[in-house]
């Protein structure tokens, strides 16, 4: 993977950025030591992952480059290699294969060692040792090797790990058995040497397949997609090419059936297309001409042809993946205390396990203090530490961007559990964002058609609404305009746009907040210029929560337009859902109070907070922050970006922008507002799921070391206990895969 210029939400300047595969880390005490080494190189930011084996740096060009970073890992006494994609995956098959080949070995000589040194009936003899020990010498040394290499690899740089543990005690254990053997003493170790061994080898290699179905699901997302295209040549004839030859500008041809070979925009064709793997949504959405498409997702009816925009890196699907690997690489906040407990873990149990025999010896019983001493060493291992955090991550985000959530980083996870209060933007996200014209009322005939032709120079969803409109509908023939000439356009934020057509001057906003009460006496509303058919239509419209835009001619109150979203079908359901997490609701737009109202009414929403600039909205957060509230903000826009980035946590709607999704902290690749929940369950899921590894790897060593100290433990039982620690860990992790979403 080529150095990359990675930007971030809270640090807008570019660094370097490296992915690294590192090979030989086996425990917590691994991570700690090559994430230090790499944190002194000046300039430089690295996380690194036990469950990924894999180290995410960010660097400083002008300080440090990747081959500086290789370099250093090496040093530490692992292997280190550039991450290339799907490297993880052939990684963690030839270290499965590694492991079940020792294991394979190993099992069935231990067996006949416990048979020879436990069955009932076989004499305890010289002749018998000699032969427990021969058997299990294999097992020993050729089973046992990467445990043993790895305590060589750390020796030599003044280090030690978990893998010291287990070689000290199982070479302990053999080394005194073949003591005992050659001057005929009759205490012999040897089955505890084999079993731990194999025990052990069990575990990593269990350890190493449930890793591997812990990041299935990032597999399966990287996995997807077309391997080959049909390109459409200009003079319409068609050619099959590899995905990879596909330039921006370049059209294909996507049949049903087909995959869509990479992003891109419709320009001919209409089909209905399955973005079930980006956004989690089972039915399909429609597509013609001018529409986006994503590169991954199924076509599945009519021909359409696609024009390239995005290849490579750049697709949704590789942004969606990296964003996700980099989540993947990051560290909860509470993984901090381990780091720091396993960085003394390895010498704190060596100690001990001195300490142990020592005070056995000095009881008068060196063959019981030697056995506790064992027990101690293999018992105690940090590794179920090192993989709480990442293997929870590696599940829990794994299985968000299945359903269409990409979470950022482990740092949103202890957001989502301090959150009580979700505000919501309004268009787009509560609404489908949609906007049509209900009623219009003109006070002068040619109202319509010049505010349809000053909005047609605006990107505001109510100008295209108000444009499309009149568009539609036309002018009656008596009506009409000449060809409209549109000058000193300009667009008021939050209020609406102005400009001169056809020599007018013309303004269409939002109309007065109060228009007044009627006098139908005089023909007007009291406090207002409004003459009373357009005030009235203002005040139907507002009772409907409708937005009520005002066009003004010259100057003068011309017409009104009454123009309205509509509710998604599932807002409701999703408010409701957000109750039941114990969150606190308001409704931020900028639309007239009322309007607003009627839709936070419709949906359930607690709270509403009307007539917000854009401007605004990120100051509305931040006061709603020192009412003493954490806050998620939910957007989709422009204008919501900085809302977001204010937030306690941000949540962007994927169908909005991408400022608005690169300033989040979660984005829902759908529309759907439910996703909201399922994305605050699921991250407080991940994060509760990382806190029970935590503690039971803390309790497994807290009351496992003193129980093999007091010798109350035997040295196989502990090496299998320690072994199904860090299984029992992974598997923890692993329930996160059936999360069940309430979009269903």
Known sequence: MSTTARPTKHDPHPTGHVDLLVGGMTCASCVGRVEKKLNRIEGVTATVNLATASASVDFDPDLADPDTLIRTVERTGYTASLAAEHAEETDADAAGAYLRRRLLVSAPLTVLVLVLMMAPGIPDTPLVRWI???????VVVYGGWPFHRAALVNARHGASTMDTLVSLGTLVAYSWSLYQAVTGGMESYVEVAATVTTFLLLGRWSEARAKRQAGSALRELLQMGAKRATVVEDDGSEREVDVEALRPGMRFAVRPGEQIATDGRVLEGRSGVDESMLTGESLPVDKSAGDEVIGATLNTSGRLVVEVTRIGRDTALSRIAALVTAAQSSKAPVQRLADRISSVFVPAVLAVAVLTYGVWALAGRPEHGFTAAVAVLVIACPCALGLATPTALLVGTGRAAQLGIVIRSAEVLESTRRIDTVVLDKTGTVTTGTMSVHDVSSHYADAVPLAGALEQASEHPIGRAIADHVARTGPRPWQ??????????????????????????VSVGRAPSDVGTPDRAHDQYRSTSLPFALAQAVHRGREAGRTAVLVELDGRPAAVFSVGDTVKPSSAEAVARLKELGLETYLLTGDHASAAGHVAAEVGIDHVIAEVLPADKAATIERLRAEGRIVAMVGDGVNDAAALVQADLGVAMGTGTAVAIEASDITLMSGDLRAAGDAIELSRRTLRTIRQN??????????????????LLNPMIAGAAMAASSVCVVANSLRL??????RG
């Open 132 to 138: 427990a020990l021969l058997l299990a010498t294999p």
């Open 480 to 505: 009409a305009a000449p060809a409209a000439a549109l000058e000193d356009f300009a667009n008021h934020e939050g209020i609406g746009v102005s400009g001169r057509v056809n020599g007018r001057k």
């Open 694 to 711: 935590l503690f039971w790897a803390f309790a497994y060593n807290v009351v496992g070391i003193p129980v093999a100290a007091l010798g």
């Open 737 to 742: 895969r059936g999360f069940k979403p309430s």
